[in-house]
Nanobody, 118 residues
Framework: QVQLVESGGGLVQPGGSLRLSCTASGSIFIIAVMGWYRQAPGKQRELVARITSRSTTNYADSVKGRFTISRDNAKNTVYLQMNSLKPEDTAVYYC????????????WGQGTQVTVSS
């Protein structure tokens, strides 16, 4: 079994910054992909950013140039640096990992609230 624990959410003013972290633990052979998704009230969950084990990244168009995803493979941790935050970034942010144990399975964190408001 694999657990994902997120931290770093909170309340921030428009234009501010936050850094989310997510650490995976458990029976891990390799983490192929780690990523962040978000879900705002009344909306579907959407991809924010993801990063492969070789550090290839993908971003949603809405966050390009403002958010940066990175990972520390030695610590099984993924980070999301969020700058120039906007009210429309308000959502619950979920960590996701595609983990080989050695079978490939998809895991989710419990979610962390990010609120951008003045």
């Amino acid at each position: 079994q694999v657990q994902l624990v997120e931290s770093g959410g909170g309340l921030v003013q428009p234009g501010g910054s936050l850094r989310l972290s997510c650490t995976a633990s458990g029976s891990i052979f390799i983490i192929a992909v780690m990523g962040w998704y978000r879900q705002a009230p009344g909306k579907q969950r959407e991809l924010v950013a993801r990063i492969t084990s070789r550090s290839t990244t993908n971003y949603a168009d809405s966050v390009k140039g403002r958010f940066t995803i990175s990972r520390d493979n030695a610590k099984n941790t993924v980070y999301l640096q969020m700058n120039s935050l906007k009210p429309e970034d308000t959502a619950v942010y979920y960590c996701n990992a595609l983990v080989a144990t050695p079978q490939l399975n998809d895991y989710w964190g419990q979610g962390t609230q990010v609120t951008v408001s003045s």
